[in-house]
Each structure stands twice: as C-alpha cells, then as structure tokens.
C-alpha cells in the first residue's frame, strides 16, 4: 500500500516567498496556505486543529507562543506536528529543509512534536 505523502499547513504569518519556491522546486508539493485554509484571525489553538483535521504539519515562524499551545493542544489531541522556521532563517535554508523533510521522511515521524529548522 503506498504510503501518504507530507502535507504541509502555512501558518497565518507565514513567508509567502517559501511557499512559492517550494512549489516551484516541486510542484508535488501539498502546501496549502493560511488564506486558503482561512486560518486568518484565529487563535493557534484553532490553527493547530484546522490543520490536525486535515492532516497536516503546520509550518510557521511563530517561534514565541506556538510551543506552549502547541504542548496544550497535545494533551487533548493528536497532531500531524509543527515544523518551526525562525524568519531569520533565509528562504533558500528554508526551501531546502522542507524539501528534505517532504521527500525523505514519513508523515508519522513528525506526529505530535515539534521540529526546529535548520535541520
């Protein structure tokens, strides 16, 4: 049975610049953005069960808070995961990892924890 690749969920303050090369290297790619998702506005409690509905890894900058709701919201829930990309990481660093994390690994290596990138 073939397995289901990773699916990527852009955070509401997510750099649309990595989004845009990501697809473009590989445009297999399943990266829904926060607009399309219509995460705009909501708590990150929501944002985290928007994208555990859908079985996505929620990709964002938010360094600050997402780990404390994030280590909440596992209490109650299970969580595809969260992949953390402090906006001082330059956009090519952040093309590359995403790319490495989507075609060398498996959706259940990341549930409910959280990943720090760089790699």
């Known amino acids: 049975m073939p397995l ?16 845009r090369a990501v697809r473009t290297c590989v445009p ?4 829904q953005t926060a607009h ?8 990150d409690r929501e944002v985290l069960s928007v994208a ?9 900058h938010d360094v600050t808070t997402m780990p404390s709701h994030f280590a909440a919201f596992i209490t109650q829930q299970n969580s595809p995961g969260v992949l953390l ?22 959706p259940e290596e990341y549930a409910n924890t959280i990943t720090w990138l760089p790699l």
């Open 4 to 19: 289901m690749p990773i699916r990527f969920q852009a955070d509401y303050d997510f750099n649309h610049r990595i989004i």
């Open 28 to 31: 297999a790619i399943d990266f």
């Open 36 to 43: 399309r998702a219509q995460l705009i506005g909501l708590p």
């Open 52 to 60: 555990a509905f859908e079985g996505r890894i929620l990709v964002s």
């Open 85 to 106: 990309i402090p906006q001082s990481l330059s956009i090519s660093r952040a093309v590359e990892d995403l790319v490495i994390i989507w075609s060398a690994s498996e």
